[in-house]
């Protein structure tokens, strides 16, 4: 007889509702560490924003945004929000999510129930996705009482943050899936994290940029997030949100799927 056809790992993802316990046992976990959490994830943010935009933000005063002046404080937070996204998600896809998996033998566990590994993989990705938009719903409520802006249009920000949050949670999962050990990280974020920081208009306008960075930086996930954050921290909608959402989207969709299928390869699944 012949050996089976060894199924692709690039195969559909075969999804269904049992990512719930897995997301409900990281929530339960994470309860117990939930306030030292917040704390950590919150405190840099906010140092940036009191360093920057307080400090800096007194000697720079406005900068000109498509032909519009407005105070560097509120230029600096709505753009560092969307980093606090990134950040807060990128380290839960990336540490949290890689000691449960090869550290600590969590998954191994979990596939003895029966639960497969797309369904794990998925809950990953919503449970770092939450991380975020929990972290960055307290980094808001600071601004709001710091009083950088009140416009309601904020209450759309929760959506946006949330799919920025699963954006870079599934490209975070990339590097999970690939990695060997924690040092392997530092190559993440020092290669696309923190470049993307300087070229997605958080911390200046891009229209500094040379026009080749430019063209790059347009197609970058957090440019997008930031484009379509930014006019509400203004009291106004996005001129292309559909664009951008789509940018956001497509990076979500196609990194989720490298994600699995590499965590297949990776588990023999």
Known sequence: MTAPMRRSHWRTPGLSIRWW????????VWRKLAIPSLLGNIAEPLMWLLAFGYGMGALVGQVQLHGER????????????CMSAMNAASFEALYSAFSRMHVQKTW?????APIRLDDVVLAELLWAGFKAIFTVSAILLVMLALGISHSPKLLAAWAILLGA???????????????????????????????????????FPREQLPAPLRAVSDWLPLTNAVELVRPLFLDRWPEQPWRSACVLAAYAAVSFWVALALTRRRFGA
Do not use: C, E, H, K
Request: without cysteine; proline residues 5%.
């Open 21 to 28: 316990p897995v997301f409900q046992r990281n929530l339960l």
């Open 70 to 81: 407005i105070p560097y404080i509120v230029f600096l937070a709505s753009g560092s929000i």
């Open 108 to 112: 191994d566990g979990i596939l003895n």
């Open 165 to 203: 949050g699963l954006t870079f949670s599934a490209l975070a999962l990339i590097a999970t899936a690939l990695a060997t050990g924690y040092d392997f990280f530092a190559y993440y974020f020092t290669l696309f994290l923190t470049p993307m920081m300087f070229l997605s208009g958080v911390f």
